[in-house]
């Protein structure tokens, strides 16, 4: 979970393989931002398997990693996709290096510094993040997956907005 523009953000995928930091459409509209925030971005993102993404736009915006003592604000420029996948958002490896992140993925967790020589953490929720998986697997085969797919366990935004 990451907070962005006052929500928390769920099923949020650290990718060390992507140079790309991404928001999806339908999180971008929850966010409750318009296309006047947006900044206009003209190439298209190229995926592992190589075929090409239509890109809507950019923005840039401020993003808290962890939270209370394990809380890190950094400015994040992402690109918004008006695909759906079972992610709401990929942080990339480029932020992932501003935050200084150190990976587990074996115990699905990340370290960075923070002030003061203090070590911020996030551990991912086994029990739902197996769930999410679970489910996401059981649409592959399945007509429609094709068009996109979300894990209907988990919200995709929680609503406790700080201001």
């Known amino acids: ?6 929500f928390n953000v769920r099923r949020v995928l650290l990718d060390q393989g992507s140079s790309a930091d991404i928001i999806y ?3 971008f509209d929850q966010l409750g931002l318009t296309d006047k925030d947006l900044m206009p971005y003209t190439r298209t993102l190229v995926g592992f398997s190589g075929e090409q993404v239509w890109v809507r736009d950019y923005l840039d915006l401020d993003t808290v990693f962890g939270v ?3 809380a890190k604000l950094l400015r ?8 759906v996948e079972s992610y709401n958002v990929i942080i990339g490896r480029n932020t992932l ?8 993925t074996v115990h699905l ?6 002030i003061f020589g203090k070590v911020g953490k996030i551990v991912v929720d086994h029990r739902r993040a197996r769930k999410c998986y679970n489910n996401c697997l059981s649409f592959y085969g399945k007509k429609g997956v094709g068009e996109g797919h ?7 935004l929680e609503g406790d907005q700080d201001g």
């Open 1 to 6: 979970m990451v907070r962005i523009n006052s």
């Open 25 to 27: 459409g339908d999180v």
């Open 68 to 70: 209370d003592e394990n």
């Open 76 to 83: 994040v420029r992402y690109l918004v996709l008006q695909v």
């Open 97 to 104: 290096n501003r935050l200084c992140a150190v990976i587990s």
């Open 109 to 114: 967790a990340v370290k960075y510094p923070l």
């Open 150 to 156: 979300r894990c209907h366990e988990i919200k995709v």
